[in-house]
């Protein structure tokens, strides 16, 4: 089973800053086929970026996907107020797991 | 518009049997593997398993920790799918999501596009 590690646990920034999210794999994910997701309180995950770096229907440019193998990262440019909320990765290349996720909190 | 709702949840003894249901509409259900992933209060998601479309043999994946306890069906009639999860423990306590992933056919190397609200079990004595 492959293992994601998000990084850190917990980033405290402010709006209008840039936030890096890390994810790193246990062993290289096949085909870069890894995901993240935007969790707000009391609602389900959705969507943000697929295969790496493609962006979800709907998600906005600010938010963009990179890496390959064992090392991923989200980036949100410019965080928004409706950003700060729980991320997580997901790599769907061999079974499926999850990271434990990373909190995007208000400075 | 693509809608997924689970319904079923509630509080339940050790031991004892709950089925969960996503009722869908909005899209080609027969077309897409269906999956469930929970998430225990106060913490990660964990992917539970998935049902592949009847195109592909229906066939069902679970995690090693319901393996054997838990069993995913569905009914492309009704579209609805099923999570029937036995000999339940307290550490299946959480939020039951039912997820559909991002393409239609057999492959579950595929994210998931759209999530239902969630059905929380709580498993008590």
């Known amino acids: 089973e492959i293992v994601l590690t998000q990084s850190p646990g917990t980033l405290s920034l402010s709006p209008g800053e840039r936030a890096t999210l890390s994810c790193r794999a246990s062993?290289?994910?096949?085909?870069?086929?890894l995901a993240w997701y935007q969790q707000k309180p009391g609602q389900a995950p959705r969507l943000l970026i697929y295969?790496?770096?493609s962006r979800a229907t709907g998600i906005p440019d600010r938010f963009s996907g990179s890496g390959s193998e064992t090392d991923f990262t989200l980036t949100i440019s410019r965080l928004e107020p409706e950003d700060f909320a729980v991320y997580y990765c997901h790599q769907y290349g061999s079974s499926l797991t999850f990271g434990g996720g990373t909190k995007v909190e208000i400075k | 518009e693509v809608r997924l709702v689970e319904s079923g949840g509630g509080l339940v003894q050790p031991g004892r049997s709950l089925r969960l249901s996503c009722t869908t509409s909005g899209f080609t259900f027969g077309g897409y593997i269906m999956s469930w992933v929970r998430q225990a209060p106060g913490k990660g998601l964990e992917w539970v398993g998935f049902?592949?479309?009847?195109?592909?043999?229906?066939?069902?994946e679970y995690a090693a920790s319901v393996k054997g306890r838990f069993a995913i069906s569905r009914d492309d009639s009704e579209n609805i799918a099923y999570l029937q999860m036995d000999n339940l423990k307290t550490e299946d306590t959480a939020v039951y999501y039912c997820c559909r992933t991002q393409n239609e056919g057999g492959s579950y190397q595929n994210p998931y596009d759209y999530w239902g609200q969630g059905t929380l079990v709580t498993v008590s004595s």
């Open positions: 049902i592949r479309s009847k195109a592909y043999g229906g066939t069902t």
């Open positions: 062993q290289s994910v096949r085909s870069r086929y």
């Open positions: 295969d790496a770096s």
